[in-house]
């Protein structure tokens, strides 16, 4: 399984946008998390198609990174997004 990691743009609808480019491709997003604070926003996913999802990212212009999950990726990798759920109270265990 791939992990994609993205930063999404401080407007309204730019989750939309994300997530209906995928529903186009009929890619599923099996496992979502991500915060938002004040301008800034992270968001993990994965789906069930890498390679659709690299191109509709790679479609709208979007950044993001890949993370092999058997590589052993945990939110340690990624403080922002572990931090942010942190402050609202939850925690990945």
């Known amino acids: 399984m791939v992990w994609f990691t993205v930063e999404l743009s401080d407007k309204p609808g730019s989750l939309a946008k994300m997530a209906t480019a995928l529903g186009d491709k009929g890619i599923n997003i099996g496992a979502i998390v991500g915060i938002a604070e004040d301008t800034d926003g992270a968001l993990m996913l994965?789906?069930?198609?890498?390679?659709?999802?690299?191109?509709?990212?790679?479609?709208?212009?979007?950044?993001?990174?890949?993370?092999?999950?058997?590589?052993?990726?945990?939110?340690?990798?990624?403080?922002?997004?572990?931090?942010?759920?942190?402050?609202?109270g939850l925690g990945v265990g």
């Open 46 to 88: 994965a789906t069930s198609d890498a390679e659709g999802t690299r191109l509709a990212f790679k479609a709208l212009g979007l950044a993001f990174e890949e993370h092999d999950a058997d590589a052993g990726l945990t939110l340690d990798d990624h403080p922002r997004v572990a931090q942010g759920l942190a402050d609202h």
